[in-house]
């Protein structure tokens, strides 16, 4: 998966921001980078601090660009953009402040042009990554929220990879219907990306009518709209997770087997389901869990677990820009 991926930035390569300079991680997967030719690290942070932690990790970063908010030459012109986003909410003195901070500052450099995607998160919160995201970045034209997938990749017995999406395991804690459908459309654009050819399973613990309640009308409901939606595209439900996976589970069903049995992106009815399913997946199926990739976003903004290794900020950026 990630050989192809590369191979598409080469033919386009892109400028990413990586909001913790210093971090040993970051240096390393920037390092890494540096000795390609498809992506290029912007690291935030001045500029000594950052060559004397790279030095002392015994990290090459020469020839990536290191940008300092403290003394940054479009300061001003950065603030002046902010306030005018922030329409009334924030002072130029505020803002000003808050750029400061190499999360804010990162989303503005990608704001102004001046980088085309971030990953943060390193020792910031998903919090603290979102929230400059979604008051600077903004949601897409049409976009009512930001959400999340998870990209889930294991080694086949065929020699291919077996791909995966999973959504929303991140973000939304109760998604509604609505909710539920644009979570679903931005799950297969972004599968695509990765190779998916999505087969789309709204999941409950009811399949067909089997069980009973409010959220099982809900997953029901949402996946009539998200057909609407997605006319070209398969889609089913409310399912169970073994009708959706298992082929002889989906024939004792009865499930059409468009979708049932064959499924490969999974809508999960809220973010409980979500970040346990993905993680039951994670852990007893061997699957290498990429993510949260935020969807819905003007441009591609990503968080990176405080518990991420250099390998797994080397694989996020690489997604990340993918996404640009």
Known sequence: MFGKLIENLKKAPKTIVFTEGTDPRILEASAR???GTFLKPILVGNEKEVYAAAEKAGFNIRGAEIVDPENYPEMDAMVEKMVELRKGKMTADECRAMLKKGNYFGTML?????????????TYSTADTVRPALQLIKTKPGNKIVSSCFIMVRPAASGANEVLAMADCAINIDPNEDELVEIATETVKCGRIFGIDPKVAFLSYSTKGSGKGETVDKMRNACEKAKAAMPDVPVDGEMQFDAASSPVVARTKHLDEGVGGHANTFIFPDINAGNIGYKIAQRLGNFDAFGPILLGLNAPINDLSRGCNAQEVYSMAIITAALA
């Open 33 to 35: 980078l540096l000795s």
């Open 110 to 122: 990608v704001k102004m042009g001046k980088a085309d995607c971030l990953l943060g998160g390193a």
